[in-house]
C-alpha cells in the first residue's frame, strides 16, 4: 500500500492547503514512476498554479525533483564553477559569448542548455548551426572538456532531473507553465542537479519573457535566489529588460555570428553590456572579481576559448554559417526616431520564419530569423531598411510580417522617447 494517493493530495491542493513534504516525496517519486498518471498530475499542477505554493513546500518539490535523478559533481576539477541560466527571451545569445568569457577568466562553466519552444530560441540550436558541432556529451566528455578548455555548452542528459523532463512537458500541454512555484524549482532543479558551485539568474522581465511585470519576475528572482541559496549554490539574480529584443538579430546562424563579433571584441553595445555584467556576477560568485572580463574580450582570450570549445565538440569554428536561401527587406514606413521595437514581435516573426519549432520534434532552420536595422533610439530614413527576414521558404514570409506589424514605433518628434535600463535590478 502506498502511504498516499494522488487524489489525495491533488484535493488537499485544490482546497487551497500546503502539501506536507511527504507528500511531496511520494508525487514526485510516483510520477517520475508512472504510478501517478498524467492527468492526476496536470490537475494537481493547475492547483498548484491557481493557489501557489509556501517556500517550504517549493523548496521540498525542487529536492524531491532532484532526487528523480543523478546529481553531478564538479568539486574535484582544478577550478571553481560558475553557470547562469536565463529565463529565455527573444535574440538571447548571450550564453554563447559569455561561456568562453568567463572561461578565458578561469571559471568553469557547466552550462546545460535547451532547445527552443515557442518564440524563444533554444541555446542549442543556435549552437547546432555551427558545421560539425555537436550536443550530446557524456557526463565524463563534460568534465574532461572542463578541464581542458574550462567551458561546455551541452544538452542536460536523460539521468538529470527526469521528473522535471517529463513535467515540463505535461505543463507545456496543459496550460500550467506559468507558475511560480513551477518555474523556479523546474529551473533550479536542474541547475542544482548540474552541480554548479555558483549560479547568476538572468531574469527577464518585458512583452518577449514569461515574466510581463516586474514585481512578478521579482517574485520568480527572489524564490530561485532562495532555493538556490538553501542547496548551497552561491545564487544572485540579475532583473533584465525583455520588452526589446537583445542585439540586432534573432534567429539560429545569425545569433552565433553576432556572438563571435562579441568576442571579436565588436557587437551590438547591449549585448557586450548583459554579457560583461552577468560574467562580472559569475566571476564574483565564483571568488574571481579580481579578473576584469573586458580585458579578456579585447584581447582575444575569450575568443580563443571559443574556438576551443567549438572545436572540443566536433564544431568547426572557422566553417561559414548556413545562410537562409531567401531574404526579404522592410523598409522603414517614415522618417524620424525608432522608440520602441517589441521583443515579442521580432520573436514571434523569427519563429515563424523557421528559427524556432512548433512543437518538440519539429527541426529548425540554421539561417532563418530576423535581422533589424536600428534599434530604440536610432534614427530612421523612410525608405531605408528596417528588418531582413531570411528563410528557406519564402511562403513564411506573409504571417511573419504580420507578426511584425504593429511591433514598432517611429516618431517624427521623439522628445519624450526614454531609453529602458538593461539591467533593470539585482536580487540576492
Ligand atoms: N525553463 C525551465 O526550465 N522550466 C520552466 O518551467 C520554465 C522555463
Avoid at 40 to 54: C, F, K, R
Avoid at 323 to 332: G, I, L, P, Y
Wanted: charged share 25%; net charge negative.
Amino acid at each position: 500500500m502506498s502511504q498516499h494517493d494522488a487524489v489525495e493530495v491533488i484535493i488537499a491542493k485544490r482546497e487551497g492547503g500546503s502539501l506536507s513534504d511527504s507528500q511531496i516525496d511520494w508525487v514526485i517519486d510516483a510520477y517520475t514512476r508512472g504510478e501517478v498518471a498524467d492527468e492526476q498530475m496536470s490537475s494537481l499542477a493547475m492547483a498548484i498554479l491557481l493557489n501557489g505554493m509556501e517556500r517550504r513546500e517549493i523548496a521540498r518539490w525542487t529536492a524531491a525533483m532532484i532526487a528523480s535523478g543523478e546529481r553531478m559533481d564538479f568539486s574535484t576539477l582544478s577550478r571553481p564553477t560558475a553557470d547562469k541560466h536565463s529565463t529565455g527571451g527573444v535574440g538571447d545569445k548571450i550564453t554563447l559569448p559569455l561561456a568562453p568569457l568567463v572561461a578565458a577568466c578561469g571559471v568553469a562553466v557547466p552550462q546545460l542548455s535547451g532547445r527552443g519552444l515557442g518564440h524563444t530560441g533554444g541555446t542549442l540550436d543556435k549552437l547546432e548551426a555551427i558545421p560539425g558541432w555537436r550536443a550530446a556529451l557524456s557526463n565524463e566528455e563534460m568534465f574532461a572538456q572542463l578541464e581542458s578548455v574550462g567551458a561546455v555548452i551541452c544538452a542536460a542528459g536523460d539521468g538529470l532531473a527526469p521528473a522535471d523532463k517529463k513535467l515540463y512537458a505535461l505543463r507545456d500541454v496543459t496550460g500550467t507553465v506559468e507558475a511560480i512555484p513551477l518555474i523556479a524549482s523546474s529551473i533550479m532543479s536542474k541547475k542544482i542537479a548540474e552541480g554548479t558551485g555558483s549560479l547568476v539568474l538572468d531574469v527577464k522581465v518585458g512583452t518577449g519573457a514569461f515574466m510581463k511585470d516586474l514585481a512578478k519576475a521579482r517574485e520568480l528572482a527572489e524564490v530561485m535566489v532562495d532555493l538556490g541559496k538553501d542547496a548551497g549554490v552561491h545564487t544572485v539574480a540579475l532583473l533584465t529588460d525583455m520588452s526589446t529584443p537583445l542585439g540586432l538579430t534573432a534567429g539560429n546562424g545569425i545569433e552565433v555570428a553576432e556572438s563571435v563579433e562579441v568576442l571579436a571584441g565588436g557587437g551590438p553595445a547591449d549585448v557586450v553590456e548583459l554579457t560583461l555584467a552577468l560574467a562580472r556576477e559569475m566571476l564574483a560568485g565564483a571568488g574571481r572579481s579580481d579578473v576584469d572580463p573586458a580585458e579578456k574580450l579585447a584581447d582575444g582570450s575569450a575568443m580563443d576559448a571559443w574556438k576551443a570549445m567549438i572545436h572540443a565538440q566536433g564544431g568547426d569554428p572557422d566553417a561559414s554559417l548556413p545562410k537562409a536561401r531567401e531574404s526579404h527587406v522592410v523598409t522603414a514606413p517614415s522618417s524620424g526616431v525608432l522608440t520602441r521595437l517589441d521583443a515579442m514581435a521580432v520573436g514571434l516573426a523569427a519563429w515563424r520564419l523557421g528559427a524556432g519549432r512548433a512543437r518538440k520534434e519539429d527541426p529548425v532552420q540554421a539561417g532563418a530569423g530576423v535581422v533589424w536595422h536600428a534599434r530604440p533610439g536610432d534614427r530612421v530614413v523612410e525608405g531605408s531598411p528596417l528588418f531582413t527576414l531570411l528563410t528557406d521558404e519564402p511562403a513564411r514570409f506573409d504571417r511573419a510580417l504580420a507578426s511584425l506589424e504593429g511591433g514598432y514605433d517611429i516618431e517624427a518628434d521623439a522628445a519624450s522617447y526614454e531609453p529602458q535600463a538593461l539591467v533593470i535590478d539585482r536580487v540576492s
